[in-house]
């Protein structure tokens, strides 16, 4: 029939473009729904300038084909937006996937009705299915702040994660940019070395590591490529699904020129391993303390206006309780004569004038451009815009009114043959997301054969979910994470959002442990039920 596969999946970046593919091999028919022109997802959308993977390319790519992975050259240490998006459309002809998505195809609605899925696009089209997949990513959903007058403004504006295609000329203008966290900190330094002027909205300063980009070497690609098979053992055992492991060394133990030496490499070497190199660094607070430490002095020792420096060191959170950016150049873009920083925690943005911002204490600063890198409603936000109602006409809005629960991060109560990837609970932006979705999609891949062949129906049941709800807690509690009040982690970035630390913090590793054991006991923490019963019900 028309438009009733059995599968229909939601986004074509990463995660949706892979589910295609797997689940094709299961001999399930499928179908993608995609509210972009063309594949791609998080790098279709994020076209800002100096966007940019802050994990290393010879990892931040699928892992389930030899041939792909020998075949593709990176071409530098961290792939840029436009690299990324080449290589996903790559992906999406070589296994020829465009021909079951629908691009174009916004998704207002999609209801249970006892036996089936029926998702209503704005185009008006009209897709049923048995099995509904969610990949619509964690980060995709705009935050655009509501500051009055916005509307009035007579220069441009725009969000980072909404970037028009074409580009924004900002050659020789005065620019304002709100927001200091991973995207800010990638734009600023790019826009500063054409802006006119340019002013940073700054509400809470953040750590930064030198990201340390450069050309990948043709001896050091064919390296990677010979050696993919340790790669991927590698980050399958890792906590945060990067072929890196965490350092054992003590670094409280060590003499304090051995430490400091300890954190000099690490800070030349750059990246996120530097968060690797320092044991415990999220579990013990003298650890992160030394370690924030470290790199509050580095700030002061980049920027050379001692006020602006502080001004910039963080002092309300430790370090890498909120997602640590990588840059190029972000602090020292702070020594340029067209470069101002403006504390909005000290005094806040009042209102949007047709010139440019006005603050709280009358201060204005005219702008011609003005950048949102204010985030996303991350993890639940791209969920609830997709007008989910479950059985007996349930929204998932209602159901997560308190707070997004999820089982495992892939299925919720109430929700019958939903399965979301890198949802709400599950590790996902806390891990290298191509490891985190292909783990997903496997593991969705692998119950949804066992639902055919059985004739099944699967929904997580209410007890399994509150339990992993609490363990969810439980292992953000372990960590120093929430201690972060402003942190998009808790969802305290969006006004009214409730505070529920959203990732599962316990890691990667122990995490595909447990959904391994969820399948190898037959998925007790589903209801698993025969089809036919639901239909005389
Ligand atoms: O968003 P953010 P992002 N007035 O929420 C500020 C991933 N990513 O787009 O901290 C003034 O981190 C807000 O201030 P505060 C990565 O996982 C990955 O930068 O809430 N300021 C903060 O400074 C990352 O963590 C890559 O007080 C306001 C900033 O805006 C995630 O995306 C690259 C404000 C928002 O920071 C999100 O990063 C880039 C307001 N009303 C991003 N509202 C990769 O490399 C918000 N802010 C893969």
């Known amino acids: ?66 041939e792909l992975e020998q075949e593709w050259d990176w ?9 990324i998006l080449s290589y996903l459309e790559h992906v999406a002809d070589r296994f020829d996937l465009r021909r079951d998505i629908s691009f174009s195809t916004t ?3 999609a209801a249970h009705d006892g036996d089936r899925w029926v998702i209503d696009t704005e185009d008006g089209g009209r897709w049923t299915c048995r099995w509904l997949v969610t990949a619509v990513g964690c980060l995709s959903s705009a935050n655009v702040p509501d500051i009055p ?18 580009g924004v000329d900002v050659a020789g203008r005065r620019v304002g940019v709100v927001g200091t966290g991973s995207t800010g900190i990638q734009a600023i330094p790019v826009l500063a ?49 990067h072929p890196f492991v965490v350092s054992d060394v003590d670094t409280l133990a060590l003499p304090d020129d051995e430490r400091r030496a300890l954190l000099e490499r690490a800070w030349e070497r750059g990246g996120l ?26 700030i002061h020792e980049t920027v050379d206006d001692a006020v602006t420096a502080e001004a910039l060191t963080p002092r309300d959170h430790p370090f890498a309780t909120k997602r640590p950016p990588i840059d190029t150049g972000y602090f020292e873009t702070y020594n340029r004569a067209n470069v101002s920083l403006v504390d909005v925690r000290a005094d806040p943005i009042a209102a949007i004038t047709p010139d440019g911002v006005r603050l709280t204490s009358g ?29 007996g006409g349930q929204s998932l809005a209602d159901a997560w009114a308190e707070g997004a629960t999820t089982y495992l991060g892939l299925g919720v109560a109430g929700f019958p043959d939903l399965f979301t ?14 490891t985190s979705i292909e783990q997903h999609v496997d593991w969705i891949a692998d119950l949804l054969g066992h639902l055919r062949d059985h004739d099944l129906e699967a929904e997580p049941t209410p007890e399994a979910q509150a339990r992993w709800a609490e363990h969810v807690r439980e292992a953000a509690d372990a960590t120093l994470l929430p201690q972060a009040a402003s942190s998009w982690y808790l969802g305290a970035n969006v006004p009214g959002k409730p505070r529920v630390f959203l990732p599962y913090a316990g890691g990667f590793a122990r995490y595909r442990e447990m959904c391994d054991a969820e399948a190898a006991a037959g998925y007790p923490g589903f209801a698993l039920r025969a089809r036919h019963e639901r239909a005389s019900a």
């Open 149 to 166: 007058g916005l509307e009035s403004f007579a220069g441009e504006w725009h969000h980072t994660g909404q970037w028009p295609h074409e």
């Open 107 to 109: 998704v207002v609605s």
């Open 273 to 298: 391993r530097f968060r690797a190199a320092v044991r415990d660094v999220l579990t013990d607070p003298a650890v992160n303390e030394e370690t924030s430490d470290f790199l509050r002095v580095k």
């Open 1 to 66: 029939m028309a438009n009733d596969p059995d599968v229909v999946v939601i986004g074509a970046g990463f995660a949706g473009l892979y589910t295609i593919h797997r689940l094709r091999e299961r001999g399930l028919s499928v179908h993608g729904l995609e509210a972009a022109e063309g594949v791609g997802g998080t790098w279709y959308w994020n076209r800002y300038p100096g966007a940019r993977c802050d994990s290393e390319s010879y990892y931040y790519c699928y892992a389930f084909s030899s």
């Open 75 to 83: 071409s530098e240490r961290y792939p840029g937006q436009a690299e």
């Open 193 to 241: 070395e054409s802006a006119g002027h340019l002013t940073v909205f700054q509400r809470t300063a953040n750590f930064s590591i030198p990201a340390r980009n450069a050309a990948l070497a043709p001896e050091e690609a064919a390296g990677y490529k010979a050696d993919y098979a340790a790669i991927r053992e590698l980050q399958q055992a890792s906590t945060n699904g």
């Open 363 to 391: 201060a204005e600063h005219p702008l011609d451009v003005l950048v949102f890198a204010t985030g996303f409603d991350a993890l639940s936000g791209p969920l609830l815009r997709l007008g989910i109602r479950g059985t």
């Open 421 to 434: 990837i890198t949802g709400p609970g599950s590790p996902s932006v806390l891990t290298n997301m191509p």
